[in-house]
Nanobody, 126 residues
Framework: EVQLQASGGGLVQAGGSLRLSCAAS????????IGWFRQAPGKEREGVSC????????YYANSVKGRFTIPSDNAKKTVYLQMSSLNPEDTAGYYC???????????????????WGQGTLVTVSS
């Protein structure tokens, strides 16, 4: 079964940190690009950060540069979203997806044919 499972969301105070996990199974991890996306009520989906597993190429949205990183653990087939300096504007449902796109294409364009995980909710209190 090809599956992505996002976890790690929760409630955090402004200025705090969270680490989200996207665990992959059922496919060759190194062949793909994995991305984190978020969507808040009333807003369009935003590509947050994407990583091409094979070479480590990354992309970050301007809104999260300097605050978020996207480390990966290939042995665990898991991509993380390490979030720091969180603010209420980061509140959203966070989803991970996998595709064979370049990181820029995946994060900037809507990857309609990607495989998506269910997502995890991040709430940042002011």
């Amino acid at each position: 079964e090809v599956q992505l499972q996002a976890s790690g969301g929760g409630l955090v105070q402004a200025g705090g940190s969270l680490r989200l996990s996207c665990a992959a199974s059922g496919f060759t991890f190194d062949d793909y690009t994995i991305g984190w996306f978020r969507q808040a009520p009333g807003k369009e989906r935003e590509g947050v950060s994407c990583i091409k597993i094979s070479d480590g190429t990354t992309y970050y949205a301007n809104s999260v540069k300097g605050r978020f990183t996207i480390p990966s653990d290939n042995a665990k087939k898991t991509v993380y979203l390490q979030m720091s300096s969180l603010n209420p504007e980061d509140t959203a449902g966070y989803y991970c997806a996998v595709d064979r796109l370049t990181v820029e294409t995946m994060c900037v364009l809507p990857p309609t044919d990607s495989l998506w995980g269910q997502g995890t909710l991040v709430t940042v209190s002011s």
